[in-house]
């Protein structure tokens, strides 16, 4: 009771400001902190990429699944945006306008606008974007195979996911990917937009006219209209994937093809992902099983790995990749596939079995996947790494300095530079390792590299 009073006070001021219709002070301040919070927003690191580093609101485009990206519009333009109305409405309040009459009265509009750039972020990796979300998961599946080599541990993230695991194909699999990957700059504009919708409760402004309410009806009738028409087609694209779905799990494969081509038409961002292909290889698999092509050979390849065949699903892959050399879900379904090769062993029953940390014999798959994705971290790491076992010290050097220039992770870094500098110390160039060990050092902060220290140390 005590709190509400004292937010009221604040919000009116003195008793003889309501009477001379002089603003309050919150009026002022609370506006002023949402715009200044929107604005700090648009600067801080919304999205952190586990291989490329943090990109802040300005370095993400907008993408509602309209295909259309411009570097003027990006989440930091729009908070920017945002953050001009909530301040414009701060100086409204302190020093009144031709528009302050309906200015003030607008809070809970501002506050929904500051969870505009929220709304469009999340639907856009969870729903629309198909390319930005599956270059997110393979960067993520990279670090993870790569750090799970490094023979020390990592915090866990807020979400547990094994590299192997990780299918960003369902709604589940995707939140769960960008819950982990989500920076401080998304809670900002919820703070904002909290700030302005809760005020609304303790602010003392006249009644509304029944002017202002056909002119605050006609405004959320047109913003509606907007917010519609932005997402309506990725919507609907979904829609069309989720009924080509059930008309693939009840066998109407030609109304399956239907749907699918009508959710591309809507989304054609959904055909730089496996999962469109899969779906549509295997709808093509059944109508036609005589005639294979680049889809239903995925199809097939998709159903080898679930059986934990991977070297079929290899063969199946390597016909499409011939084809499609550069297309993007092609190299990922590729390096999936050759880093299970990698990691895994096949026993004489079929089944496969970890290798060892020390074990060379998945040197073969690594050379494919080095010759197929050279921009894969994880094949240029475990490349360097086998190297440096058989004592190839000039090749692993060289290897681990491509690796550093693959992305900003300072871990891997920290690791790559350790590897460099017991390669020069296999050389005998100690003075050069000792530097080396220094960097990779000054890399890992959280001290978590104790190999590198190790070695600085002289215990190896």
């Known amino acids: 009771m005590l709190s509400s009073k004292q937010l009221w006070f604040l919000g009116t001021g003195r008793v003889g400001r309501l009477q001379t219709g002089r603003p309050g002070r919150l009026q002022v301040i609370v506006p002023l902190c949402a715009g200044g919070l929107m604005l700090v927003a648009s600067f801080l690191p919304w999205l952190n990429d586990p291989l490329m580093g ?51 009265r607008s809070y809970i509009a501002a506050g929904c606008l500051c969870l505009v750039p929220i709304v469009l972020f999340l639907f856009q990796y969870l729903c629309s974007d198909t390319h930005g979300i599956s270059d997110l998961a393979q960067h993520k599946v990279q670090v993870l195979l790569v750090e799970q080599h490094f023979g020390y541990k990592f915090p866990r993230d807020r979400i547990f996911v094994a590299p192997f695991m990780l299918d960003v194909t369902t709604l589940t699999g995707r939140g769960a990917l960008l819950i982990n990957q989500l920076s401080i700059g998304v809670a900002l504009p919820c703070i904002s937009a909290w700030l302005l919708i809760v005020y609304k409760r303790f602010s003392t402004l006249p009644a509304r006219t029944s002017v202002d309410h056909r002119r605050r009806a ?18 609907a ?22 749907w699918l081509h009508a959710a ?9 992902g496996a999962a469109y292909h899969i779906e549509r290889g295997q709808a093509l698999y059944f109508l036609a099983p005589q005639t294979p092509n680049d889809d239903s050979r995925a199809y097939l390849a998709h159903v080898y790995a679930t059986q934990k065949d991977y070297a079929d699903g290899y063969q199946q892959l390597l016909v499409v990749w011939q084809h499609q050399r550069e297309t993007p879900w092609v190299l990922a379904e590729m390096s999936t596939t050759l880093a299970h090769l990698a990691e895994f062993a096949e026993r004489p029953g079929g089944s496969v079995v970890a290798r060892p940390a020390h074990d060379d014999t998945g040197l073969a798959w690594l ?79 959280d001290y978590r590299n104790t190999t590198a220290r190790e070695e600085l140390s002289g215990l190896h």
């Open 367 to 445: 050379q494919l996947l080095h010759k197929i994705a050279p921009a894969n971290v994880y094949g240029q790491y475990m490349f360097g790494r086998v190297q440096c076992n058989l004592h190839n010290y000039a090749l692993c050097a060289a290897q681990m300095n491509i690796v550093l220039k693959l992305g900003a992770n300072t871990d891997i870094w920290s690791s790559a530079y350790t590897y460099i500098a017991t390669s020069e110390m296999g050389q005998g160039r100690y003075t050069l390792a000792r530097d080396l060990l220094f960097k990779a050092e000054q890399l890992d902060p």
């Open 54 to 104: 943090a990109y802040a609101a300005w370095s993400l485009p907008v993408d509602a699944g309209w295909q259309f990206r411009a570097a003027a519009l990006s989440y930091g333009s729009l908070c920017l945006c945002c953050a001009c109305y909530a301040l414009l409405l701060a100086c409204a309040a302190w020093r009144p306008l031709k528009v302050h009459i309906s200015l003030p």
């Open 237 to 258: 694209a979904l829609a069309c994937e989720y009924e080509a779905r059930v008309s693939l799990a009840d066998g109407r494969y030609t109304q399956t093809l239907n």
């Open 264 to 272: 591309l038409i809507l989304n054609p961002s959904l055909n730089q």
């Open 218 to 235: 006609c405004v959320w009738t047109i913003a509606v209209c907007v917010l519609l028409l932005v997402i309506g087609r990725g919507t």
